[in-house]
């Protein structure tokens, strides 16, 4: 059963990550609820690096749709565990940019905690 539960988890994240990537290409003002303070959205340099993020996300989102259809729980557990790192980088990004608190924790760091979550189900499993 809770195996169950972290499967519909896990692939919630992913198709998160997906649509967040692709959101990031067809508006990317949505940028600014990253958590940057001051983000310039028109500035082409900066698109540019909306973009990598933008890949980095859809990249990221089709990493664990695919081991979720053909991986163990326990792979699947260890890679959820590895892209935890992804949204803790995310947080400290916000925090040492003078963000939002609330974005760096309720949003970035509470996602890395769901997916740690996420792993050690599928890990005892």
Known sequence: MLVSVAYVLAGL???GCVLMGANAFRAPRAAAGFGIPDTP??????QAWLNVKAVRDIAAGILILVLLAGATPHLLGWSMLVAAG???GDALIVLRSNGPKAVAYGVHAATAA??????VLLLAA
């Open 13 to 15: 994240i992913g198709a």
């Open 41 to 46: 959205t028109d500035d082409r340099a900066f």
């Open 86 to 88: 992804i949204p803790v």
């Open 114 to 119: 769901v997916m740690a979550a996420i792993s």
